[in-house]
């Protein structure tokens, strides 16, 4: 039999799963990469030493009999659209694991929140005594897990895998919001939604935001989770009662908020989410309250960093898009008590009514990185302070800050401007509030 020419575009972390996954199965195959880095050329060459690396060209593209997609390369590449143009069949990696996978999946996708509540729903089940991986956009590559012995695939999907998930087969999934993000790479807010949704096309059971159940109509809801009560099993919501905030499943209070580690609004949505999720594929319930309760959430995601001077310092450096940036500042404001740091490299969104929207919550704004300027002109109603690097705006926060207040680094941007990625600037923001305690 014929081997087949096998093409891996794009030489990131989903490429070099992709070159394991070939290798296991005695493939041969060719890495095209227009700019690959050094550490992920040595990488592939301890995954096979004869391994190739060339331009992404159409002509390598038209001449391969499978050709798998790095989320990372857009499809609007001109060889990636030419070869789809002419037939060639393009595999991403979660399509891919989809139709290999022998354990149920759960999909887990939206614009903010995916990798805090696939990590919860992971916790969740395993701490039941269940087999469970969690992969995709958290960090580890699915293919890294399809061999694995387990009872559930937790998967955290990005829109970029959606694009060649379409007919991805869940047990159980979720968008758990949507908010305008990667401009950069669709044409219209709606294409990004439309591609987030496509999670929905073909799952078993829909766990669904009830403050999007107008677009999608609630015969798809299985579960349903948002502000407010509403009453049936299947319906998890927020009930506060003088003051205080209460997690509920139909009309049932479960837990108070000031039992949970990790904090804000947004969290609690998450929570709620992860619950859901558990409840629908029958976990305990007790048991995922005490799971939720010793969850500590995940690095750069609303992070408390710690106290200074009684000043608390929040490290929310994965919030690259506007949308988080508000979920984080309205999550944690106590009244006018926030200092902001914010900015870097915009993703093709508008910077547009933040100022309105989250004016009533802020004490101060400090503004870093290449679109500074954007923001500075959204954010002139509060005297924002311009500031050439995060330690700059670190210690301009310091200096204003008094006990009580919050400094939180929200973004609300990516980082490639000034650092290498979010996780990189959430590092930084984390030294110099050391240095600060010291």
């Not at 998890?236 to 509920?248: H, I, L, M, P």
Request: proline share 3%; charged share 20%; glycine share 10%.
């Amino acid at each position: 039999m014929a081997r087949k020419n096998n093409v891996i575009v794009g030489l990131g972390e989903t490429g070099l799963s992709y070159a394991r996954f070939l290798v296991a199965r005695n493939e041969d195959f060719v890495v095209v990469d227009d700019n690959p880095g050094e550490g992920n050329v040595m990488a592939l060459r301890e995954i096979n030493p004869g391994a190739s690396v060339e331009e992404i060209t159409a002509g390598c593209l038209l001449r391969a009999d499978q050709i798998f997609i790095s989320p990372g390369v857009p499809l609007g590449h001109e060889a990636v659209s030419m070869a789809r143009a002419s037939g060639k069949d393009l595999y991403g990696d979660i399509q891919l694991f989809g139709e290999l996978a022998a354990a149920p999946i759960i999909g887990i996708t939206g614009t903010n929140g995916k990798s805090t509540v696939s990590r919860l729903v992971f916790e969740m089940i395993r701490d039941q005594g269940n087999k469970v991986s969690v992969a995709g956009n958290i960090g580890t590559p699915c293919l890294d897990v399809l061999a694995e012995d387990v009872d559930f695939h937790v998967l955290e999907i990005s829109s970029y895998q959606l694009e060649l998930a379409t007919e991805l087969k869940t047990e159980v999934s979720v968008v758990l919001n949507l908010a305008p993000d990667h401009m950069d790479r669709y044409e219209t807010e709606q294409d990004y939604y439309q591609t987030k949704l496509g999670l929905y096309n073909n799952t078993t059971k829909a766990v669904i935001n009830r403050s999007m159940s107008g677009e999608l109509g609630d015969e798809l809801a299985a579960a349903t989770f948002g502000t407010g009560v509403v009453p049936g099993n299947n319906n998890f919501g927020v009930s506060v009662q003088g003051k205080e905030t209460w997690v509920t499943q139909g009309n049932t209070m479960l837990l108070s908020a000031d039992e949970l580690q990790i904090t804000g609004t947004h969290n609690l949505q998450n929570v709620l989410a992860g619950l859901a999720i558990g409840w629908l594929i029958g976990l305990d319930m007790g048991a995922m309250l005490d799971t939720a309760r010793r969850f500590k959430g995940l690095p750069h995601r609303s992070e408390i960093v710690g106290k200074v001077d009684g000043v608390t310092y929040i490290n929310d450096s994965k919030a690259t898009n506007p949308g988080a940036l508000v979920a984080a500042v309205q999550g944690q404001a106590r009244d006018r008590n926030i200092h902001l740091i914010a900015g870097g490299q915009s993703k093709g969104l508008g910077f547009e009514g933040l100022s309105e929207e989250l004016g009533s919550y802020l004490k101060g704004v400090y503004l870093i990185g290449k679109n500074y300027a954007a923001l500075q002109s959204e954010f002139s109603a509060q005297d924002p302070i311009a500031c050439d690097v995060l330690a700059q705006a670190v210690s301009a926060a310091a200096a204003r800050a008094i006990e009580g207040d919050i400094v939180l680094l929200s973004p609300g941007c990516a980082s490639h401007d000034q650092f290498q990625n979010y996780i990189e600037r959430g590092n930084s923001f984390k030294s110099l509030v050391r240095r600060l305690k010291s």
